[in-house]
């Protein structure tokens, strides 16, 4: 192509507006994608199956994503970023401590109770999916759960240092604790169709937090009305 149409305005836009529409498009095929997977699991996840659920044709999401495990890694990168939106970004306005691992942990409970994925929790539900099975896709996997966890603890730990927990306190075994409430009640509120497990798992997790020395002033994310 020559120097003359690379520059060529008419050219540019059009340029332009095929890579937005490639972007909206891959868009909405993804968010098709969490959700199918969130149910299903990544393996579940085909070429085929999302064209059914996202109402594209199969060609164009091949074209997309080239191979199932280039769909398989864009849907957990999506995923990650509507996570990380949804419960840590949200939880950034409070301050290191616990005050902001209160509200990390209101928002992972809203996250799964209010489905923003059908699934409950996107990574609860594709890390039993992956777990046995090196490569790629287990590995990005890890990596979100592995930040998630860790985030988690790195706010126990400033909690530590700031004296808003008890010296004593594992920061470590507290940040395992609380994530597996959270994790408990996902996996039994989508067993059971009941809400209820998302109530008992903050009450839970108020209480752990109240017995590692944080004040109740700090702790506002997790106030929930007492389990008769």
């Not at 902001?100 to 489905?115: C, K």
């Not at 609860?124 to 998630?148: E, H, I, M, Q, Y």
Request: aromatic share 4%.
């Amino acid at each position: 192509m020559s120097e003359s149409l690379l520059h060529d305005p008419a050219t540019a836009a059009a340029a332009d507006g095929r890579r937005l529409r490639g972007d909206a498009s891959r868009r909405t095929v993804l968010e098709s994608a969490t959700d199918l997977a969130s149910v299903d699991g990544l393996d579940g996840l085909t070429i085929g199956r999302l064209a059914v659920a996202s109402g594209r044709g199969k060609s164009s999401i091949a074209t997309l994503f080239q191979s199932k495990e280039g769909l398989q890694l864009a849907t957990i990168a999506a995923a990650r970023d509507i996570f990380t939106e949804r419960i840590v970004e949200r939880a950034r306005s409070e301050p290191r401590g616990v005050r902001r691992l209160s509200a990390l942990l209101r928002n992972a409970l809203d996250y799964s109770r209010d489905r923003v994925f059908t699934g409950g929790c996107f990574f609860a539900a594709t890390a039993a999916d992956v777990d046995s099975k090196p490569g790629p896709v287990r590995d990005a996997v890890r990596a979100a759960l592995a930040d998630w966890y860790g985030y988690i603890e790195a706010q126990a730990r400033h909690a530590i240092s700031a004296s808003e927990l008890a010296e004593g306190t594992d920061p470590e075994l507290l940040a395992f604790e609380l994530a597996a409430l959270n994790e408990a009640a996902n996996s039994r509120s989508l067993l059971l169709q009941d809400a209820r497990p998302y109530e008992l798992a903050a009450r839970a997790m108020h209480e752990r937090l109240r017995s590692a020395g944080a004040a109740a002033d700090l702790l506002t994310g997790l106030v929930v009305d007492p389990v008769c």
